[in-house]
């Protein structure tokens, strides 16, 4: 059974930062891309990076130079390092995995992903 399980969620100021892991079992971690997405309160859930079998990462332009995308595959672990955080970052932030046999892409719609987690909370005060 493929478990994804967030944590480092939590309660910020405008400006500061929080690191995400997302520990991953019941699968081989390194054949498949990871994800970051989001879902704001009345908004759809939005990509916010990407990290391929290889580590080539790609991300959302509202988070680009902010945030960090990276994977330990010896540990079975998804990193976001999140800094400079906005109140416009304030969501539920949910990792996800996609079984793939192409190294260096990973989609960046959120429908390909095969498994989530159950999420991590971020609120953003100003």
């Known amino acids: 059974q493929v478990r994804l399980v967030e944590s480092g969620g939590g309660s910020v100021q405008s400006g500061g930062s929080l690191i995400l892991s997302c520990v991953a079992s019941?699968?081989?971690?390194?054949?498949?891309?990871m994800g970051w997405f989001r879902q704001a309160p009345g908004k759809e859930r939005e990509g916010v990076a990407t990290?391929?079998?290889?580590?080539?990462?790609n991300y959302a332009e509202s988070v680009k130079g902010r945030f960090t995308i990276s994977r330990n595959n010896t540990k079975n672990t998804l990193f976001l390092q999140m800094n400079s955080l906005k109140p416009e970052d304030t969501a539920i932030y949910y990792c996800?995995?996609?079984?793939?046999?192409?190294?260096?892409?990973?989609?960046?719609?959120?429908?390909?992903?095969?498994?989530w987690g159950q999420g991590t909370q971020v609120t953003v005060s100003s």
């Open positions: 996800a995995a996609k079984y793939t046999s192409v190294l260096g892409a990973c989609p960046s719609d959120s429908s390909a992903y095969d498994y």
């Open positions: 019941g699968l081989t971690y390194s054949n498949y891309c």
């Open positions: 990290i391929s079998r290889i580590s080539r990462t």
